[in-house]
């Protein structure tokens, strides 16, 4: 109880524009008469799709993805406030800060980085996070603030995978352009000293045999994924690689709208318990990204609309709508990637509840990977399915009724692994760990409306096959 009213009383006075939630903070714990039998590869972690996109700089990142490393040197020099507005707009998927997110039930970090000049175009380099754009902060100060909740949390787990730009087996050069084997392991051993005593050592553990409880009691709670394992961090006990023979991870991407990604996820989540299991056997984490994205038509189209509003805007914000081939989303031109991510989130609600269903009633042979990440992380464990894109929860002027609305994204992750791990074990606590989750996840059920204006319908897409259920 002192605990609680503790962490209670630290969330009204820090965070007082989010809700706190004693469970999600602490979920692992919780659960741990269920799940501590389990191995690290039993579960299903919720995660965040670029995590630490929520304090990007108008600044683009020397060696950023997708253009010629050249390139974005040139581009680094350009006055951050000519382009790197319009490309913030297209680079943030979370507004949640990393202290927040794992409050909100978060345990999988996808944590992107690169070595790059800060905000200025001349000096020292460093290591920072990105999308496109670099963060304001240092790498290093972020992952601070994760090993400060790390040790005030002393029964849970949190995952982090390092990489530049998700791409896991890429190596040296391609992973981290111009950026030698010193510079790296150098980072890498700033990251050993800051979470000594916290890490997960291969040496005396595997994801996929060693019990959740274990973890727990040798306090190897910080389980860090390194892409360019060997050259990133000298082929480290503290780490595991992304794409080696001894571990790795199985990446599959599933977000977006429309029915090839909506039957795609189905059909993803009815055969997951068996990929799962091939997974666990060569002791790779099986990782599913369910984030939005944006269309490159849309893009070009909403580059036009903001850069040239006075040239055929109608017609740019219709041809932008198009593009996304949604019935009736004719005029609304996404000009945030967050509301991308927001409608993204509103289709996957509905493959996460016919996913969890089908595991209520016992087909076992549907499940959810490792660990999903994705974009739109709302507090209390949800995801936000609303139009609104704000930190606020309270709904705005506009009175869209919808615009907060949100679903248990945490709450049904935890659930369906519990049910698994019940129907192997009959642990005495089952029974009221399960009727817990589903009160929980009944607080933001999976909610369905009518807007095709922001993309939205209640029956579309539709089921692809008779074996899917609906919700």
Known sequence: ????????????????????DEFT????????????????????????????????????????????????????????HLVGPFIKQFAQTQWLNVTEQLDSGVRYLDFRIMYTLGEVIVGKKEWYCIHFLQTHKTALHYLQEVQQWVKAHPKEIVTLTLSRH??????????YPDVSKKIKQEFWKEIETLFDGLLFDNTQSATNLTKISTLINTNQRVVIYASDYVEFTGSSRHALDTCGNWSGIDNQLKGGTGPKQFNGQLSFFANAAEIRAKNKQKNYLFLLSTAGDATHKG???????????FIEKKKHEQDCAASFKIPGMTNWCPLLLLELSQLAQFYNQRTLEIGYQAIKKGNFSWAFPN???????????????????????QVGTEGDSH?????????????????????????????????????????????????????????????????????
């Not at 109880?1 to 706190?20: E, G, N, S």
């Not at 999903?372 to 609104?388: E, F, L, P, S, W």
Request: include cysteine; charge should be negative.
């Open 25 to 80: 903070a602490n979920w692992l714990g919780h659960l741990l008469p269920v799940l501590g039998d389990l191995t690290y590869l039993d579960l299903s972690l919720p995660g965040t799709h670029d995590t630490m996109t929520y304090d990007l700089s108008n600044w683009i990142a020397d060696g950023t993805n997708d253009i010629p490393p050249w390139l974005a040197a040139t581009l680094h020099d350009i006055p951050p």
């Open 371 to 393: 660990a999903i990440y994705t974009g739109a992380v709302d507090v209390n464990g949800t995801v936000r399915t609303g139009t609104q894109v704000t930190r606020a929860q």
């Open 166 to 175: 998700g791409n896991v087996c890429n190596k040296g050069n391609d992973q």
């Open 403 to 471: 615009g907060l609305t949100k679903y248990s994204y945490v709450d049904t992750l935890l659930a369906a692994t519990v049910r698994a791990s019940c129907n192997k074990v009959a642990h005495p606590h089952c029974a009221k760990l399960i009727a817990l989750l589903d009160d929980r996840r009944s607080r933001y059920p999976l909610t369905l409306w009518e807007q095709p204006e922001r993309g939205r319908h209640i029956v579309w897409p539709q089921t692809k096959g008779a074996s899917f259920l609906t919700p």
């Open 1 to 20: 109880m002192r605990r609680f009213l503790t962490l209670f009383l630290f969330c009204l006075v820090t965070l007082p524009t989010t809700q706190c």
């Open 299 to 309: 893009v070009e189209e909403a580059a036009l609309i903001e850069y040239l509003p």
